[in-house]
């Protein structure tokens, strides 16, 4: 084996669609699939530990950890067979516990597995078509139970055990969602699924027979003993185009052409498949995680969702929403977080969140942060740092600083720190980058990208662009060792350029084919390059021409190196072997072993050398190359090895390959001679930064400064603010306590001396009790020890009574003794007869097999003797064969060789034939192709050219059709221009005449406006008018009401006092019926209540009279201003009613004398009330008075009636003028509008006097 050895230090990157990819081993260290490997993350620490995977593995497909974080089962395709490992994550190293790879079943490979709740048995699903579901006892490799899932070639996703029951079983697909239970051998289905079939992606138990399923409708399912129980729908918030659908990066080109590897089909990727036809812009549910309040799930791209169980119910609801926040360094940052959540996992104390993604990244939160964000959605953070999610197509390292470039077809440039093992800068760009070179004071990158090749700055903080050449997907360049020149590969041409100038000093043509490697000499004055078409040419860059060349067409080559002192180049490519070099022929080949070299690189000791292959495994051998298959080989990613560099100090090697992960392995040689390089000067600490950037943060940090600054000054306010408000808070409190101290001692005072008094209380009370006890106690010792007495005698009795039966059971026992001696005694004799009689049988066949033994002896001897003879007979026959034989294999030997040269001379010549015979059908199959698109595309141009010319002549026709009715058009525009002239003529006095009465009708229309507004005006006074009269109605009613009942009240009286009057001799009884008089009549509540009257009459009556009085001047200021209104409408319209405007003012003077009268009338019946509730209260009222009230009310009355009488006739005289002046012309608009009749009114008025 090769003394060369390289350790794995640490790995970025992660393969996303493995199965149940992230989990926890405890509360610090994650475990996740990385490359070939299975990683040990330490989050605190960061350190890595790594779990190789098989020996001839070709990848992961799914994991699973056990309850109890002790065993881990890795499912992979070994050498095309499936094959489970079952790894002890407890020990250190972690160390292979079972390898299960012997199947009685068909299997093609394991997608999905899960351990029981005590680790003892283990379930794994196949793939389809035999979607057979296994139930293993793994430590002894028993199949319990087999069961086929599936008929139909659906997908089966997700299999997991009840927490809590070892023999329930859940399986979730395609159409599929099973409840099975293992009994009597057998897994059993439990539930039959009813309603339409979904598609199930994922599922979690929540509690011993309670499962949440989800879709990839976005539909989340609660089952409870396999019947659906609660069903909710997971809504798209934020609506987005096209990124519901899944952003799968397609390769565009591989970087190198490999013989197809079968590669597992992932599930996620089945996943797609299988919901492709469904509605994309619903979330689909990857991933669901249980926890102790509720569960977790993905809810679309970006997005987990928090589901709490509720109280009452056995129902979830909504608490919570994380999203994956937006990468500001991101070329798109609205797509950046759009990517599909696959996988969630708690930690062991539920305090934090990971999930890994479909772009392969993974991201934490803890759970205290979503709690926080109330309303407001949570973001994830990045567990570790942003990872690539795409092939790395190259790698480049510096001189100067401990700096790893790599950039990826996911249009990333990332760099790596390989001492500290963080991400230094990361950039994302609009195209895809194929190379990167790192200059070697780690400045300054080239990166060929697909449109140009761009140099750039590598800042504190940024990636910038400052010169940009126009070489289009440029598949190789590389800085020289000095940094003063930099190569980059076009096509078949390799150009290369100054870093001083930044001009292109030469341009190296020669390869036929696409330039796949090139390498810079020590010294740099050579340049080698290796491609396709099978040439390893060596480039002088003074001169820009080949000096050595080496063609072997057979061969398309992958990667090439050169020695330290360039004297050997070292290539690899697709014939399986690695070839040495050396002026312009190969010195050797070395078999590859069944493997294809894609990538080599030589340390700068020149003792040891790194091969990478095709299935992503590392080989390390010593140079000089040995002649057996001495190497170490590593697992290492998960497919081909892209890219191979060793940093300047030989200390670390770093692969990258299309598994998107980049590993860094540390170095050293067994032997020790001389592998370590020591640094004479450490790792530069100085980066780049522009002026302008420069300006700006120290602009930036002045203002911070000043901001400071103004922030103490309020600081220190506040502070002395706080500062005053505090001691005069610390002076009240002070105050307050100093007074709750001298009450709580007064308290304190009392409570001693009710202390003092409840002990003497107390040592009374327990003296008689004391007293008490001992009386008790002295009756209680005499009735116990009488007890005691009688137990005594009782207890004698029943001793005796036990000394009786002691006696008999002793003579029962000498019995049996006696009885046991004799029949002892019997059987001993019995059986020593029978031993003497199996003594003499046992002597008897000793004899025999002594005379059997001596007889064989003898025979053995003769056989031995005859065999002796027979093999000395067989020797020299056989001696003399072997000469001969070996006479005969020395003519074949020398007759086979000539043949083989033959042979091989022949199979070359073959090779190159079939070789060429390969490259010319390739041409011809291309040139059929070109000839057959071309072809197609004449065809297509030829129906265009037709469909255009039908097109052509039906818009002619259609052209001439126009053009006739064009003309005709033309001549009926001059008939109907006429026409227009003419009719123009006979309009323009029309028009006039239309002017004028438009201006007519505006006049009359707002001449009608100002009327309308009288008429409204004077209605809404003829409406309070007749509230008014309604009102004085109703109190008229009432009055008369009360009248009616004091008249009958005095008619009583009147009775009453007439039969007292018949007892005027008699004082006596006189006085008794006067008292009972004044009791019936007169009580104190009428006193009080006509006192009462008194009063409430004098307010409503003030109170009537304000309001009136108000009304007066509102009706006078309303009287005003209609008068200044009408005023100016009769200025402006005539004034020849000057004369009817002054007899109009006479009138209302006039009205308000009658409105005047009719107020001192009310009031003078209010009087009148006044004054009745006076008479009432009077013992003996006079008839006269009595007699003259309603004389006095009927005199109001007449006096009412005719006030109404002449309002009516002025009313009526009023209308005659109006209607007078409508018939003067320019009134005639009024005709429409009416004034209420008269008659109507006339019969109201009648109404309200009545």
């Known amino acids: 084996m090769s003394a060369v050895v390289a350790q794995t230090l640490h790995v970025f990157g992660l393969r996303s669609h493995v199965a149940n990819n992230i989990f926890y081993f405890d509360e610090q260290i994650i475990v996740f699939p990385s490359g070939n490997h299975c990683v040990k993350y330490n989050v605190d620490q960061k350190w890595q530990k790594f779990i190789p995977g098989s020996d001839k593995s070709q990848g992961m497909l799914a994991l699973s950890i056990s309850p109890n974080r002790r065993y881990l089962a890795i499912s992979e395709t070994v050498q095309e067979k499936p094959a489970i490992t079952i790894y002890e994550l407890s020990s250190i190293p972690c160390r292979k516990r079972k390898v299960l790879n012997n199947f009685d079943f068909q299997v093609q490979k394991f997608i999905s597995m899960a351990f029981s709740p005590d680790s003892k048995y283990l379930l794994a699903q196949t793939s389809p078509p035999e979607s057979n579901l296994v139930y293993w006892l793994w430590e002894k490799q028993k199949v319990m139970a087999i069961v086929t899932i599936d008929t139909q070639n659906n997908p089966v996703y997700q299999v997991s055990f009840s927490p809590q ?202 759970m205290s942060l979503t709690e926080i964000s109330k309303g407001e959605p949570a973001h994830f953070e990045y567990l570790m740092y942003p990872l690539h999610s795409a092939p790395i197509t190259g790698l480049a390292t510096c001189i100067r600083k401990p700096l790893i470039a790599t950039c990826s077809l996911d249009r990333s440039i990332r760099l790596w720190n390989y001492e500290t093992n963080t991400l230094e800068l990361f950039k994302e760009y609009q195209e895809e980058a194929y190379s990167i070179s790192l200059h070697p004071s780690g400045h300054f990158i080239v990166v060929g990208f697909a449109d140009k090749l761009r140099l750039m700055n590598l800042l504190i903080d940024d990636i910038r662009s400052f010169k940009e050449y126009s070489v289009r997907g440029c598949r190789e360049c590389s800085f020289s060792n000095g940094g003063h020149l930099f190569a980059a590969v076009n096509g078949n041409v390799i150009h290369v350029y100054t870093t001083t100038s930044l001009e292109n000093i030469s341009n190296l043509k020669g390869h036929t084919g696409k330039i796949r490697s090139i390498v810079w000499n020590a010294d740099d004055s050579k340049l080698i390059s290796g491609g396709t078409d099978g040439a390893v040419y060596e480039w002088n860059l003074s001169t820009g021409k080949r000096e050595t060349e080496c063609v072997l067409k057979s061969c398309s080559y992958n990667c090439v190196t050169v020695s330290p002192d360039a004297k050997i180049i070292f290539a690899v490519g697709s014939d399986h072997t690695l070839k040495e070099i050396a002026d312009s022929s190969i010195l050797r080949e070395i078999s590859a072993f069944d493997v294809t070299y894609t990538a080599i690189v030589i340390s700068h000791s020149g003792r040891m050398m790194f091969v990478g292959t095709s299935v992503g495994t590392i080989r390390a051998m010593k140079y000089p190359l040995p002649l057996q298959k001495e190497f170490n080989e590593y697992q290492a990613h998960a497919g081909p090895i892209t890219k191979m560099l060793l940093t300047f100090d030989d200390q670390f090697l770093l692969t990258a390959a299309e598994d998107g992960c980049l590993f860094t392995w540390k170095v050293f040689d067994k032997d020790g001679r001389g592998i370590k390089r020591e640094r004479e000067v450490g790792f530069a600490e100085e980066v780049l930064v522009t002026k302008t950037d420069m300006e700006e943060k120290a602009q930036v940090m002045l203002e911070l400064k000043t901001r400071v600054e103004e922030l103490k000054m309020e600081n220190e306010y506040q502070l002395r603010l706080k500062d005053i408000n505090y001691s005069e808070k610390i002076k009240e409190l002070t105050d307050k306590f100093i007074q709750e101290m001298e009450s709580l001692k007064t308290k ?156 091989s001379s022949l199979q070359k010549e073959i090779e190159e034939r079939t070789n060429d015979i390969e490259t ?93 507004k009288q008429n409204t005006q004077l209605e809404l006074n003829i409406t309070e008018l007749w509230q008014k009269l ?23 009286f009147k009775t009453d006092l007439h039969n007292c009057v018949a007892y005027i001799q008699e004082p006596r009884l006189l006085k008794e019926k006067v008292r009972g008089l004044f009791e019936k009549y007169v009580q104190r509540a009428d006193m009080v209540e006509i006192a009462g009257l008194n009063t409430d009459l004098q307010q409503e009556y003030t109170r009537q009279r304000e309001h009136l009085e108000r009304n007066l001047a509102t009706l006078k200021k309303k009287v005003v201003k209609e008068g200044e209104l009408h005023r100016t409408d009769y200025v402006r319209i005539m004034q020849e009613n000057v004369s009817l405007i002054q007899e109009i003012n006479e009138l209302r003077r006039e009205l308000k004398f009658t409105r005047s009268q009719v107020y001192d009338l009310e009031a003078a019946l209010k009087l009148t009330k006044k004054v009745r509730p006076q008479e009432v209260s009077e013992t003996e009222p006079s008839r006269d008075m009595l007699s003259t009230a309603p004389t006095a009310r009927l005199n109001e009355q007449e006096e009412t009636g005719r006030i109404i009488e002449m309002q009516r006739l002025e009313i009526q005289r009023l209308r005659d003028q109006i209607q007078e002046q409508e018939q003067v012309t320019g009134f005639h608009a009024l005709a429409g509008v009416r004034l209420p009749s008269l008659s109507n009114s006339e019969v109201d008025l009648e109404v309200k006097t009545n």
């Open 165 to 366: 029951d070892n023999t329930q079983v859940c399986v979730t697909g395609n159409g599929m969602f099973k409840l099975l239970r293992f009994a009597e051998g057998t897994l059993k289905q439990t539930n039959f699924h009813r309603g339409e079939p979904q598609n199930y992606l994922a599922h979690t138990w929540v509690a011993d027979d309670q499962i949440v399923v989800g879709t990839d409708t976005g539909k989340l399912f609660l089952f409870e003993s396999g019947d659906q129980r609660w069903e909710t729908s997971i809504m798209v918030k934020e609506p987005t185009d096209g990124s519901k659908s899944l952003d799968v990066i397609q390769e565009s080109e591989s970087l190198i052409e490999f013989p197809p590897v079968s590669s597992p089909l992932p599930s996620y990727e089945q996943m797609v498949a299988a919901s492709s036809h469904s509605q994309m812009s619903m979330p689909q549910v990857f991933a669901i995680a249980a926890y102790s309040k509720g569960f977790a799930c993905s809810a679309g791209p970006g997005r987990v969702l928090l589901f709490e169980k509720m109280e009452e119910k056995d129902f979830y609801r909504e608490s919570r929403e994380i999203r994956i926040p937006v990468d500001p360094q991101s070329n798109d940052p609205s797509q950046s977080d759009k990517q599909d959540i696959l996988c969630l996992c708690f930690s062991p104390s539920e305090e934090t969140l990971v999930a890994s993604t479909s772009k392969n990244q993974l991201y934490s939160i803890t």
């Open 748 to 903: 304190n005072q009392v409570l001693r001396t009710e202390k003092e008094k409840q002990d003497v209380y107390h040592r009374e009370h327990i003296e008689d009790l004391l007293d008490k006890q001992s009386r008790e106690l002295q009756d209680l010792e005499c009735c116990n020890n009488q007890k005691l007495l009688l137990e005594y005698e009782k207890y004698q009795e029943l001793q005796l009574k036990s000394q009786r039966m002691q006696e008999e059971y002793e003579k029962q026992l000498r019995d049996n003794d006696e009885t046991k001696s004799q029949a002892l005694e019997e059987l001993t004799e019995f059986y020593e007869a029978k031993l003497q009689e199996k003594t003499t049988l046992l002597e008897e066949a000793q004899e025999d097999v002594r005379q059997q033994l001596r007889e064989f002896e003898e025979t053995k001897k003769q056989i031995e003797e005859d065999e002796d003879r027979e093999i000395q007979d067989i020797k020299t026959k056989y001696e003399k064969k072997l000469r001969d034989e070996k006479e005969s294999n020395l003519r074949l030997k020398g007759e086979t060789g000539i043949m083989r040269k033959k042979f």
């Open 920 to 1012: 010319l059908k390739g041409e011809q199959m291309k040139l059929q192709g070109v000839i057959k698109s071309l072809e197609k595309d004449i065809q297509g141009l030829k129906r265009e050219i037709q469909e255009r010319d039908e097109t052509i002549q039906d818009k002619e026709k259609r052209i001439y059709d126009l053009k006739k009715k064009n003309q005709e058009l033309g001549k009926f525009k001059f008939v109907l221009d006429y026409k227009i002239k003419e009719l123009k003529k006979q309009i323009e006095p029309r028009e006039n005449e239309i002017r004028v009465m438009k201006e007519q009708i505006q006049e009359m229309e707002a001449e009608l406006e100002n009327f309308c």
């Open 1030 to 1052: 309604r009102a004085t109605d109703q109190e008229m009613l009432r009055e008369r009401q009360k009248e009616r009942d004091l008249e009958a009240l005095v008619k009583r």
